[in-house]
């Protein structure tokens, strides 16, 4: 129980440092020169980055809150 707890919480690490990472990449977009439509198509996948890993997320904060089957709290 002990090892897939911590499992859990390095893989949550883990997303939270690709959030941060998706926010640096996207100041990053802002300050170079492109056109329009190439920024909106790259913010547009940063976008949906953030959203399946802020869904991964929930996820596995979901597995905090549900015991185990056999386990008691």
């Known amino acids: ?3 897939a ?11 939270q440092g690709t959030l941060l990472q998706l926010d640096y990449l996207q100041d990053l ?6 056109r329009n ?11 949906n980055i953030r959203v399946n890993s802020q869904g991964a997320m929930k996820q596995l904060s979901s597995v905090y809150e549900v015991p185990l089957l056999g386990t008691t709290k």
């Open 37 to 47: 439509s190439q920024r909106a198509k790259i913010t547009q996948q940063v976008h």
């Open 5 to 15: 707890q911590l499992q859990l919480t390095h893989a949550k690490t883990a997303l």
């Open 29 to 34: 977009i802002n300050q170079t020169a492109m």
């Open 1 to 3: 129980m002990i090892n």
